[in-house]
């Protein structure tokens, strides 16, 4: 998602051919929504796989249509980042939700463990200001220059997120299977 947010002056220079259209707060906001999507879309594949998504159903439906009232008068108020504030506030609320349907579903099992949420979380709050302020300062560069400072920001999280998520044990894995 951070990828995404750093290329996407290029993509709209290249493809739209309308380089002005960047927003550093709105791009960065739907960045953060679509990261908390993504940690909610992985948590309820457990719902769908052991056909318990009753409880899923009721939590997406309700938490859509509560945004949806919700987000008019912020829409109206704040324009855009309003409702893009109330979009990241019902998926997180979704998201939680959906994490205590998976504690009853794995019955309190000891092993579930917020702390990869956390880290997440922890992640996208360092790297999200660093690229968006890479973004602000950048904005008018040439779209070469940009495409390496895009490569530089995403090798660089990659970087960050290896320690922070111990990644070690899937590279070793991953490497001792290519050379045998």
Known sequence: NLGTLLISPILLDVWLHK??????????????????????????????????????????????????????PFTIKLGVIGFLVVWLISETSQMVFLYYENKKLFQD????????????????????PFCAGLLRYTQDFPVGTLGVISLA????????????????DVWNTLWSRRLS
């Open 19 to 72: 380089s002005g259209m960047f927003d550093p707060a709105v791009y960065s906001l739907m960045a953060l929504i679509s990261g908390v999507m993504c940690m909610r879309d992985h948590k309820q594949f457990f719902q769908f796989a052991t056909n318990r998504h009753k409880g899923l159903s009721m939590i997406v439906f309700f938490g859509n249509i509560t945004m949806l009232c919700v987000s008019v």
């Open 153 to 168: 920001g995403v090798t660089a999280i990659a970087i960050a997120s290896y320690f922070v998520f111990d990644v070690r």
């Open 109 to 128: 099992d000891q092993s579930l463990t917020s702390i990869p949420v956390i880290k997440l979380i922890a992640v996208m709050l360092v790297a999200l």
